[in-house]
């Protein structure tokens, strides 16, 4: 079945949460340590409620992107939250925890397992799978953390208004996106493009330990494949 009719979607009107999430690693030549990050929304008005991201000294993208889904869906746990979207620009970590395609990697079973027992706590759980340039913050904030080699919490909740206008995921998300984008007084979401979300720097003084897990996967455009080492940030 052709995974798209599988994706999240709902109208401009729906009231829950979704969860973003990102991973970025160097090369195991440049050092092999990597970072990722997880953002839990609040809809329909897209409000910020955690914003985080966390420094890994030694993984992969694949695992990058598989930590950063993992500790956002235990962080919507620990705030009693039982129905959840899950979205991002990893494809395979998404299809794999869809159960459309298969994962082979020994290191990667033990990643989604993980997810399946986080997931398994859920009520509902739905994927959506999107480009990068709709995931913007995820990127951002776990590009900030790569050549900071730190995490951090955006806990003031002034910044968290800031950054959402590095958020898109609602002209993919909803059915009806064209009434959202005109409905500008409810989201006050304005989409900007990769480059303009790298050059973000935060300034929060709020500072995230640093963490070590494994996790995550690949997003090719073409057929997903498990890519040991970095996609970018080489």
């Known amino acids: 079945m052709d995974p798209e ?17 990102d991973g970025s690693a160097k090369t195991e030549k440049n050092g092999g340590y990597g970072s990722c990050s997880w953002i839990l929304w609040r809809l329909s008005t897209w409000d910020i409620e955690i914003a985080a991201s966390a420094h890994l000294s030694s993984t992969t993208v694949n695992i990058a992107e598989y930590t950063g889904m993992n500790h956002g869906v235990a962080a919507a746990l620990d705030r009693g939250i039982t129905d959840l979207i899950i979205v991002g620009d990893s494809r395979l970590a998404i299809q794999q925890s869809m159960g459309v395609i298969a994962c082979k990697k020994d290191t990667l079973q033990v990643e989604l397992a993980r997810h399946k027992a986080l997931t398994k706590q859920l009520g509902s759980t739905r994927y959506l799978h999107v480009l990068r340039t ?21 806990l003031n909740a002034e910044r968290k208004a800031e950054l959402q206008v590095l958020n898109s995921i609602q002209e993919i998300l909803y059915v009806d996106r064209d009434s959202a984008k005109a409905d500008e007084t409810t989201s006050n979401i304005t989409a900007v493009t990769r480059n303009q979300a790298r050059r973000v720097r935060f300034k929060d003084n709020e500072t995230q330990n640093s963490t070590e897990r494994n996790s995550a996967e690949d997003n090719s ?3 997903p494949q498990e890519i040991p080492w970095g996609r970018r940030n080489n």
């Open 5 to 21: 009719l599988l994706y999240a979607r709902v109208p401009s009107d729906f009231v829950g949460h979704v969860l973003s999430f």
């Open 221 to 223: 455009a073409e057929e």
């Open 134 to 154: 709709y995931n913007a913050l995820a990127d951002a904030l776990a590009t900030e953390a790569l050549e900071a080699k730190a995490g951090r919490g955006i």
